[in-house]
Every structure is written in C-alpha cells, then in structure tokens.
C-alpha cells in the first residue's frame, strides 16, 4: 500500500481478526509478499484452513484470500481457483490441486477480482474532516459507484470481515465435511 494506511489496515485487521476468531494463529514462518497477514487454524494434523489479508503493493488497496490444505503445510504454489459454481458466468467450481486450495474471496460471487479501495481523507474548508473515504472495487464488472463505504478502514475492516462470516467460514464447513472432518471450522475459529 503507498500510503500509511497500510500499517493501520494491517494492525487492525490482525486484532479484529483474531477477536472474532481466537482459534487462528498468525503464521510467521510462511514467506509472503512484503505486508500480506497470514492466519491459520490448524483442525487436525493434516487438515488446515488459512485466511490472508493481500495488500496490494502500489496501490491503496487490498483483498481477502482463503486457503485451505490436507499436506500439513500453508499451500504457497496453488494458483487462484473458484470454490463455488458460478452458472450465470458458466464457471464450474474447482478442484484442489493435490490437496491444496487457494482462491480470493471475489470468487464467491464474480468472476473477477474484488478487493477494497482505501482512500486518503481528503480535507476542504467546505466538507470539513471526513468528506475523502474508502470505496469497494468490484473488478470492474458494473456494481455502481454508489456502492462506497463510510470513511474509514474500520468500516473496510467490518465489511471483510463480514465477508467471511458469510462466505469463508460456510465454506471452510463445507470443505471440513466433504474431507470427513466432524468439527465445525466456525466453531473452532471461535473457541480456542
């Protein structure tokens, strides 16, 4: 991220995270790209989910990817997939590729990547503190412009995370079930 945002988003995202979800685990052994945040849960010795904040490096923005394995190891080698049917984009859900899966949180609902803008606060003596923002980018495929967040990182934050409550978490449920893994991922994420 150009701009100080960055160390904000990342410090913040980190502890609302690990609030809500207690039981993951910020991985500090995994190489990233320079300010990405990598959180994991292990539910068995073979089977862990991963969530990860991406922050766009020249850009003021970021994204959520999720991840999930049944090698034991964070999955650094995976290209990005689709976890769902998209039928109205005639997408089929992919499979993991050796016991590993990858995908950004965009794919849930589109095909393209979404991530969130953040924007400096832009100051005017006729709007006063506040009146600059953030906005959500869709990729670009028609969500309107009056789609924007409130003025904060905070408000991106609530939205990601949200995001995940809705999307991540079912569907690191669903996987944990197919995979023969009585334990609700959700719950665990919650209780440790």
Not at 1 to 8: E, N, Q, R, T, Y
Not at 115 to 122: A, D, F, G, H
Request: hydrophobic share 35%; charged share 30%; glycine share 8%.
């Amino acid at each position: 991220m150009k701009s100080a945002l960055g160390k904000i988003l990342r410090h913040e995202f980190r502890r609302r995270f690990r609030e809500r979800y207690p039981g993951f685990q910020e991985l500090r052994d995994v190489v990233l790209p320079p300010g990405w945040v990598a959180l994991g849960l292990d539910i068995t010795p073979s089977f862990s989910v991963y969530v990860v904040l991406v922050v766009y490096r020249n850009e003021d923005r970021f994204t959520i990817e999720l991840a999930w394995t049944r090698n034991g190891r964070f999955p650094t080698h995976v290209p990005l997939l689709y976890p769902r049917d998209l039928p109205e984009f005639n997408v089929k859900k992919d499979r993991d590729r050796d016991g590993d899966f990858c995908c950004r949180i965009g794919k849930f609902w589109q095909i393209k990547d979404f991530s969130w803008r953040v924007r400096e606060p832009q100051f005017s003596k006729k709007a006063g503190p506040g009146s600059g923002g953030a906005e959500y980018d869709d990729g670009a495929l028609g969500e309107s412009r009056d789609n924007r967040a409130p003025n904060s990182v905070q408000a991106l934050i609530d939205d990601a995370l949200s995001r995940i409550d809705v999307h991540v978490m079912p569907y690191f449920d669903e996987v944990a079930s197919e995979l023969g893994h009585a334990e609700s991922v959700a719950k665990l994420a919650k209780s440790r």
